[in-house]
Nanobody, 121 residues
């Protein structure tokens, strides 16, 4: 069974930094994409940052220049370094992975349980 476990959320003042981590575990054969989404109260879940297996990245316009996504392929872990945080960054942040398992060639999407990030003004 595949699990995505996030860590690193918390409360920070505006202008501060946080680093989120998400480790994928289980019988994983290959990971194509790892990404971070977020969902603020009353809003839809939105893509924050994504990194595909070739190393290409993409960011939401609202976080460009402030957030950096990275991966440690050996550890099946994705990170989100968040700098210059703003109150509007407050949300539950979810890890996403598109991966395949041993014995099954199909890629499936998995989600973490979410970690709360709160930025105070």
């Amino acid at each position: 069974q595949v699990q995505l476990v996030e860590s690193g959320g918390g409360l920070v003042q505006a202008g501060g930094s946080l680093r989120l981590s998400c480790a994928a575990s289980g019988s994983i054969s290959s990971i194509n994409t790892m990404a971070w989404y977020r969902q603020a109260p009353g809003k839809q879940r939105e893509l924050v940052a994504v990194m595909i297996s070739g190393g290409n990245t993409n960011y939401a316009d609202s976080v460009k220049g402030r957030f950096t996504v990275s991966r440690d392929n050996a550890k099946n872990t994705v990170y989100l370094q968040m700098n210059s945080l703003k109150p509007e960054d407050t949300a539950v942040y979810y890890c996403y992975a598109l991966l395949s398992q041993y014995g099954s060639p199909a890629y499936r999407a998995y989600w973490g349980q979410g970690t709360q990030v709160t930025v105070s003004s």
